[in-house]
């Protein structure tokens, strides 16, 4: 159990705030490409509690700066998208996308006052679909050769959606890998050929025709076991079957606020969880695959079934029960809220409320990703807080280059052999695939 003034330290992420300082120093999803993809480029964006503009500016170059008019406020994200800058429409304020005033119309000729008026504009960069935003002091980090990060644009695909939760809670439930076992189990099994873009829906490890599904329901008890590493955490499930075999399934945190997962035997998603304010966050996934380039469009459309446009929020939700259906819960799923695993996992962090009061909770064993992971962000907070930044995972004299992968696979070895499999599998993967993905 934590002291209330601890789950606010953890949570909260205003600026100023201990946590909020930690995660502004990382680069953070801020929207999708594809948002910037209509007529016009100019998205708002709520991003750990600042309210900003997102906008391509004329010569086809992104700004991210503060979304209310320096002058009285009004909101920038229905300025007209002119002169190489923003224009409020109150009154003709022009901001160019570095945040700086370029023009006040209505003032007197010959007024020099704008050059002193700037709004907070924030470094912004697109990597593979997602527009990245650093929100902290000084230059941005370098991004580390994370194999998302490597892949071509053919081989990710990226999406959004939104959680209405504290964003710790929903980074929670990607490092606790017993809960599928659980929460995503589903009482009947499908041909792994039929489940392109979804995860478990394909085989449990290459060479076994073991459902993934199956698995998860058979083997409910995983063994954990939790390493710390230079980007945050290796989890490790261990799932001990019968005739001397194990099920090896490896995933990760990515402080301060993603994980990656294997999703299928050909793709990996890396899901970040930011904040949008304290109760509200995205998730933002980007699907990389080791094989086939992506089918974007299947993919998109699989999603936006599930999801209403603009804040891609989800179609079920707390409002209609999360599509609940008890006939299904007897019979077909764990839940009976359906086949799409986000919502299961959106239903898991949403009801524990919108901040998890973490003085009543009791945590096991197979909470040991959870812990380890809070202790990491307590190390970072009073790292920070003493000026010592190089207490914070992949920052400080870090040559990103050279944080690479991270494996994230499913394998089934001999149990006596289930680490070097492990490995093997994920190097055999790295080998076969189309793109440089070695390590
Ligand atoms: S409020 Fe924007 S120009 Fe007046
Ligand atoms: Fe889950």
Known sequence: ?????????????????????????????????????????????????????????????????????????????????????????????????DGQCLEQPGEPEGSEMHKRIRATSYPVVERNGIVFAYLGPDEPPAFPNFDCFRAPDSHVFAFKGLWECNWLQALEIGIDPAHASFLHRFLEDEDPKEGYGRQFRDSAATGTNIPMTQLLRDYPRPEIRVEETDFGLRLTALRHMEGGLTH?????????????????????????????????????????????????????????????????APLKNRRNNYGYCPEEQAARTWTGMGFDINVHDQWAVEGMGPIQDRTREHLGATDAGIVRYRRMLRAAIDGLAGGDETALPMLGDVDAARIAGPLSNDAIADTADWEAASMRADLERRAACPWDASI
């Open 248 to 312: 090896v399934r490896v995933t990760n945190q990515i402080f301060p606020g993603a994980i990656c997962i294997p999703m299928s035997r050909e793709m990996t998603i890396t899901q970040w969880h930011v904040p949008v304010d304290d109760e509200t966050c995205y998730w933002y996934s980007l699907f990389t695959s080791f094989d086939r380039p992506v089918d974007k469009d299947t993919m998109r459309e699989q999603r936006l079934r599930e999801h209403s446009l603009p804040d891609y």
């Open 1 to 97: 159990m934590m002291s209330r003034e601890l789950n606010d330290r953890l949570t909260r992420t205003g600026k100023g705030e201990p946590a909020g300082e930690v995660l502004r120093r990382y680069w953070q999803p801020a929207a999708l490409g594809d948002e910037l993809k209509g007529g016009r480029p100019v998205v708002p964006v709520t991003l750990l509690g600042e309210r900003l503009v997102l906008f391509r500016d004329n010569e086809g170059e992104l700004g991210l700066i503060g979304r209310h008019c320096l002058h009285r406020g009004a909101d920038l994200c229905f300025g007209r998208r002119e002169d190489n800058g923003l224009r409020c429409p109150f009154h003709g304020w022009l901001y160019g996308r």
